[in-house]
């Protein structure tokens, strides 16, 4: 499994912005999720969403504010942003998990397997 993250940039406060994470052999993974590491701090989970069914959950820190979404015709998850805040500003990861691990810890980046190598989301006040 291969997961390719893109979509980050340099946006405004209040801005929005689509994060996209394409990966290959998919269909050996249950869940994807998003996670996010800013400097000098853990890393946090962002969203997360079922392959199959297309569940969807989130972290305290963007709900309200992002939607996950999947087209497995792509492979391919989006993380759409808005009402951007300079605290978004981090390196965005994604991640996934094997097939038959149930939707239980999908907050904490131990229980996902596979990683993909980060795009970075810089918020300007």
């Known amino acids: 499994v291969q997961l390719q993250a893109c979509g980050g940039g340099l946006v405004q406060a209040g801005g929005s912005l689509r994060l996209s994470c394409t990966a290959s052999?998919?269909?050996?993974?249950?869940?994807l999720g998003w996670f996010r590491q800013a400097p000098g701090k853990e890393r946090e989970f962002v969203a997360a969403i079922s392959w199959r069914s297309g569940s969807t959950y989130y972290g305290d820190s963007v709900k309200g504010r992002s939607t996950i979404s999947r087209d497995n015709a792509k492979d391919t998850v989006y993380l759409q942003m808005n009402s951007l805040k300079p605290e978004d500003t981090a390196v965005y990861y994604c991640?996934?998990?094997?097939?038959?691990?149930?939707?239980?810890?999908?907050?904490?980046?131990?229980?996902?397997?596979?990683w993909g190598q980060g795009t970075e989301l810089t918020v300007s006040s």
């Open positions: 052999g998919r269909a050996f993974t249950s869940y």
């Open positions: 991640a996934a998990r094997p097939l038959f691990r149930s939707s239980n810890g999908l907050e904490f980046p131990t229980n996902y397997d596979y």
